[in-house]
């Protein structure tokens, strides 16, 4: 089931995703957005609403929103494709633990919005492809073996950067990721139960038309039960929580010379089995 949160005439709204259009569950069920459904744990309460009834929205009518508007976390992972570790070339081993950094809900935008480059404090934004879990189960110290059951479901993320700003601080990386409306998320969120297992799921990335990133989570360093697991131990993890999973080689810094974002530029996030989250930017 794809599950969208959108915008009709200013009115956010949410429902089921199908090829001809999006079935409007805002009314039919006793929540006002997909983090209350998360909440009380009533996902399948949208399938029986949704159920044999015909489309309200056309695909285009809509302005996509974030899946989770206002999750209450946005935890990200760094560096956590085994070639991306190769590629800083500092001859460093494996880490021992994942690297992690918040993002605010306001640095995220829908698919089909646009993505902006914050061209007064610099010209260095960059994409990231990634996917991103979001959390259905409320949990604390999650076992691993229990931590799949966790999963709500999966979206694209661009867990856009700016570059130059990461490197203000001598430990952290905060400033450069929370730029308002440098990254996006969606298109929607796909329920956990259209996957079989997420030890193979493919990213891509392409910026106008041209493939910059493709790996699968085969080659994640740590896999999506162990970031639960391991983020669970110092945050309760909450419905509608957000973990993005890292993003493999082929960012724009890497190019020499750099590549990074411009005005105009369409930048694409491809998950086999979910979508394309898809984002033009401008400069602002």
Not at 235 to 255: C, E, K, N, Q, Y
Not at 256 to 282: A, S
Request: a negative charge; aromatic letters at 8%; glycine letters at 10%.
């Amino acid at each position: 089931m794809k599950i969208a949160s959108f915008e009709i005439n200013g009115v956010q709204r949410f429902g089921i995703v199908r090829e001809d259009g999006i079935v409007d569950l805002t009314d039919k069920v006793a929540a006002g957005s997909l983090r209350e459904i998360l909440e009380q744990g009533a996902l399948h309460q949208l399938e029986t609403a949704g159920h044999d009834s015909p489309v309200d929205w056309a695909l285009n009518d809509v302005q996509f929103l974030p899946p989770v508007t206002m999750p209450g976390k946005i935890i990200c992972v760094g560096v956590n494709y085994s070639h991306r570790n190769e590629e800083y070339k500092d001859g460093s081993a494996p880490p021992k633990y994942p690297s992690v950094f918040p993002r605010f809900p306001s640095t995220l935008v829908g698919h089909e919005r646009s993505i902006i480059c914050p061209v007064q404090e610099s010209t260095q934004l960059d994409y990231e492809g990634e996917i991103a879990i979001i959390i259905g189960k409320r949990g604390r110290r999650i076992k691993e073996e229990d931590a799949e059951s966790h999963i709500a479901g999966l979206t694209c993320m661009n867990e856009g950067t700016v570059r130059d700003w990461i490197r203000h601080g001598k430990f952290n990386v905060t400033q450069g990721k929370n730029f308002d409306d440098s990254g996006s998320i969606g298109p929607w969120m796909v329920t956990a139960d259209e996957f079989n297992g997420y030890d193979n799921l493919e990213v891509i990335t392409r910026v106008n038309g041209e493939e910059r990133q493709r790996d699968t989570t085969a080659h994640l360093l740590f896999p999506f039960r162990f970031l639960i697991h391991y983020i669970s131990r110092w945050t309760t993890l909450h419905p509608g929580d957000v973990i993005s999973t890292g993003t493999p080689i082929g960012a724009g810094v890497r190019f020499d010379p750099p590549r990074f974002l411009k005005e105009g530029d369409v930048v694409e996030v491809e998950v086999p089995g979910i979508g394309i989250l898809r984002n033009k930017v401008n400069n602002g």
